[in-house]
């Protein structure tokens, strides 16, 4: 898994489950799964579903996310969904708050179906860029939205594609891509035609008339040792 400082990257897609329990190996399986695609530090396009884990959901997930039995009874089986979950991923770089749970359900349910496991070297977990870069400070989704002002009033509880929102605001607070994000075009704001690049406006001179020029040079004559005339203090000052 990736401990490569975060950087604001061409494409990556953040994900998020929820699931029957915290324990793959024993048996719990995925519920839900929520993707949101971040171009050039933007949010983009998102993916969610609901999953029948052909098991049943015990009382304390539910607590957790308020999914139960009924609510998946109809919902497809992940090997109903996973060629559009894998397409929507691509090649791209996958991000996850504490990546290696989600990834160990999606590498359950892959092997199940014969699949190939996720890369792990094209994982990245903000779970452990937090503890990293903030050591000893509470990493949780919600402190970090709090650390850095993510509005998180439509979170009333877990749920894939809001806690994958979340997520890759905090992503891209991390990464420092504020700023980048404000500067940077997403691919469909992207101008793909030479008739389409904005015109910059011409340069305006601005030409002052010589009594205003004069004006100018017998104020500053007036004025009694002006600040920016005297001479920079020196370190040995």
Do not use: K
Not at 8 to 18: F, G, K, N, S, Y
Not at 140 to 146: H, K, P, Q, R, Y
């Amino acid at each position: 898994m990736s401990a490569a400082p975060l950087v604001i990257l061409p494409r990556l897609v953040v994900l998020d489950t929820e699931t029957t329990g915290l324990h793959p190996a024993n048996g719990d399986r995925m519920v839900s799964v929520g993707l949101v695609e971040l171009v050039n530090g933007r949010r983009d396009r998102e993916y969610h579903t609901l999953i029948n884990p052909q098991r049943p959901i015990p009382a304390d997930a539910t607590a957790v996310h308020g999914l139960t039995d009924a609510d998946v009874a109809d919902a497809p089986l992940f090997a109903d969904i996973v060629d559009s979950v894998i397409a929507f991923i691509g090649d791209s770089p996958l991000c996850a708050h504490n990546a290696p749970f989600d990834l160990d359900f999606f590498d359950l349910e892959l092997a199940r179906l014969d699949r190939p496991p996720i890369d792990r070297s094209r994982a990245i977990c903000t779970l452990a860029a937090a503890n990293r870069l903030f050591p000893g400070q509470p990493a949780s989704l919600d402190a970090l939205c709090n650390r850095f002002r993510i509005d998180r009033s439509a979170r009333t509880r877990h749920g894939a594609l809001i806690d994958a929102r979340l997520a890759a605001e905090v992503y891209i607070a991390m990464a420092g891509g504020l700023q980048h994000a404000l500067l940077t075009p997403t691919a469909a704001a992207r101008p793909t035609a030479a008739a389409d690049i904005p015109v910059p406006p011409p340069t305006i001179a601005v030409r002052l008339s010589v009594d205003t020029i004069a004006a100018h040079a017998q104020l500053i004559a007036s004025l009694n040792d002006p600040l920016w005339s005297q001479p920079c203090p020196t370190a040995s000052s």
